[in-house]
């Protein structure tokens, strides 16, 4: 059994193609730059090393196109029928009021997707966009949709809530919904493993460290909060996201500036601020931040700082709220392949039981590992995620619910 994964981005399409008897991924890469004169499609199998190549994609179909013809190709492809294909999972970065599960692509399911459109404009036309265009390249295949947002949505009506006039969560559906929810059911999953519990009884902060960040509170396998919120600007500070700010600050900029469109300041909070604002580093690349604060720069040493006391914080609240928790989750690019941010974040929680051991801290390693101390009360892991997995076990779910 083969499941294809699609990732459709505002100017990317992401795939990869998974043997479902092993687990293994077998295929990969993205066409990026899409519309653009320099895009270009990215490849590789198991066997062929990655192959990067010029193209001319003008929208989603086309890339979708593309790639479909090139895992079918007689000499480089990983299939020989698209009936190898059992399903096509695609992942979707926010489900709204709609979905709170994985759910088989239908008229109807297009229909609500398209009702979430005002809730992530930058995302969910792209994400439809590749429905319809595996559903023409790929007939008879079924889809599922796989939502971020899906594995958060057993917050409680307190936790999920804002405190605003009903009519905006009743008519505008204005709420925390959370995000990188595939990561963190995956991690908490192996976290269950590695810990021996049950993954319903398993108590659990995950936190998800990349360019974009959450933390997430998880109550006997089940999310009861997170960071992020009605979008993914809340929470932490990020890459180049600027994280929870007093929201009086929004109207202090638009009455300084009125000439800010509201495109100009969601510009600015999602893309001009955050560790790149304050480092001065394009792009907020940690890498970059942490090499530059080794070498005395005080601008990436505030940034870095930043970014971990915010993790901190949210660490903290949520072992509070837990009353205790059976392990810590690092995951995702920060969290799984920096050592100085894992040991700032746990650093002088001691009193906590949180107790990071350097010497299994520094080394780098591909694979799930515990961190912390052999007297550490809470223990510490490091898990890489691995959502494009998630996703086909959720899209198999699925379909097996149809049968």
């Given at each position: 059994?083969?499941?294809?994964?699609?990732?459709?981005?505002?100017?990317?399409?992401?795939?990869?193609?998974?043997?479902?008897?092993?687990?293994?991924?077998?295929?990969?890469?993205?066409?990026?730059?899409?519309?653009?004169?320099?895009?270009?499609?990215?490849?590789?199998?198991?066997?062929?090393?990655?192959?990067?190549?010029?193209?001319?994609?003008?929208?989603?179909?086309?890339?979708?196109?593309?790639?479909?013809?090139?895992?079918?190709?007689?000499?480089?492809?990983?299939?020989?029928?698209?009936?190898?294909?059992?399903?096509?999972?695609?992942?979707?970065?926010?489900?709204?009021?709609?979905?709170?599960?994985?759910?088989?692509?239908?008229?109807?399911?297009?229909?609500?997707?398209?009702?979430?459109?005002?809730i992530a404009p930058l995302h969910t036309p792209h994400h439809y966009a590749g429905i319809e265009a595996i559903e023409k390249m790929l007939p008879g295949i079924p889809s599922v949709l796989v939502f971020d947002t899906a594995f958060h949505q057993t917050m409680p009506?307190?936790?999920?809530?804002?405190?605003?006039?009903?009519?905006?969560?009743?008519?505008?559906?204005?709420?925390?919904?959370?995000?990188?929810?595939?990561?963190?059911?995956?991690?908490?999953?192996?976290?269950?493993?590695?810990?021996?519990?049950?993954?319903?009884?398993?108590?659990?902060?995950?936190?998800?460290?990349?360019?974009?960040?959450?933390?997430?509170?998880?109550?006997?396998?089940?999310?009861?909060?997170?960071?992020?919120?009605?979008?993914?600007?809340?929470?932490?500070?990020?890459?180049?996201?600027?994280?929870?700010?007093?929201?009086?600050?929004?109207?202090?900029?638009?009455?300084?500036?009125?000439?800010?469109?509201?495109?100009?300041?969601?510009?600015?909070?999602?893309?001009?601020?955050?560790?790149?604002?304050?480092?001065?580093?394009?792009?907020?690349?940690?890498?970059?931040?942490?090499?530059?604060?080794?070498?005395?720069?005080?601008?990436?040493?505030?940034?870095?700082?930043?970014?971990?006391?915010?993790?901190?914080?949210?660490?903290?609240?949520?072992?509070?709220?837990?009353?205790?928790?059976?392990?810590?989750?690092?995951?995702?690019?920060?969290?799984?392949?920096?050592?100085?941010?894992?040991?700032?974040?746990?650093?002088?929680?001691?009193?906590?039981?949180?107790?990071?051991?350097?010497?299994?801290?520094?080394?780098?390693?591909?694979?799930?590992?515990?961190?912390?101390?052999?007297?550490?009360?809470?223990?510490?892991?490091v898990i890489p995620t691995n959502e494009e997995l998630m996703i086909t076990k959720e899209s198999i779910d699925v379909l097996n619910e149809k049968k």
């Amino acid at each position: 059994m083969k499941v294809l994964v699609v990732n459709c981005g505002s100017s990317s399409v992401k795939y990869s193609l998974f043997d479902m008897q092993t687990e293994a991924k077998i295929a990969w890469g993205i066409v990026e730059c899409i519309g653009l004169e320099e895009s270009f499609y990215k490849r590789q199998t198991i066997t062929v090393p990655q192959v990067k190549s010029a193209c001319k994609v003008a929208n989603h179909f086309e890339a979708i196109q593309m790639i479909i013809t090139d895992l079918l190709d007689s000499k480089t492809g990983s299939i020989k029928d698209i009936k190898d294909i059992a399903v096509v999972g695609h992942r979707v970065v926010h489900g709204g009021y709609k979905f709170s599960k994985p759910v088989l692509v239908s008229e109807q399911v297009k229909k609500d997707l398209k009702e979430c459109y005002s809730i992530a404009p930058l995302h969910t036309p792209h994400h439809y966009a590749g429905i319809e265009a595996i559903e023409k390249m790929l007939p008879g295949i079924p889809s599922v949709l796989v939502f971020d947002t899906a594995f958060h949505q057993t917050m409680p009506d307190y936790a999920y809530r804002y405190a605003i006039p009903s009519e905006y969560y009743g008519q505008d559906h204005v709420r925390k919904y959370g995000m990188h929810g595939t990561s963190h059911k995956y991690v908490a999953q192996i976290a269950a493993k590695m810990l021996n519990k049950d993954k319903n009884e398993v108590n659990l902060v995950t936190c998800h460290l990349g360019n974009g960040s959450s933390v997430t509170a998880i109550k006997n396998g089940k999310v009861i909060d997170t960071s992020m919120g009605f979008t993914p600007l809340a929470g932490l500070v990020m890459g180049t996201r600027c994280g929870d700010i007093d929201p009086a600050v929004i109207v202090h900029i638009l009455s300084k500036y009125p000439k800010m469109t509201s495109d100009e300041l969601n510009n600015l909070l999602n893309k001009q601020s955050g560790v790149a604002a304050v480092s001065g580093i394009k792009g907020g690349d940690m890498r970059e931040v942490e090499d530059a604060m080794l070498k005395g720069d005080k601008k990436a040493e505030l940034a870095f700082n930043m970014l971990c006391y915010s993790a901190k914080k949210f660490l903290c609240a949520y072992y509070g709220i837990l009353n205790g928790v059976d392990g810590i989750v690092f995951t995702a690019g920060i969290g799984e392949n920096s050592p100085l941010t894992r040991e700032k974040v746990c650093e002088g929680l001691d009193n906590l039981g949180i107790k990071i051991d350097k010497s299994l801290n520094e080394p780098r390693s591909s694979k799930e590992r515990f961190i912390s101390t052999d007297d550490s009360k809470v223990k510490v892991m490091v898990i890489p995620t691995n959502e494009e997995l998630m996703i086909t076990k959720e899209s198999i779910d699925v379909l097996n619910e149809k049968k």
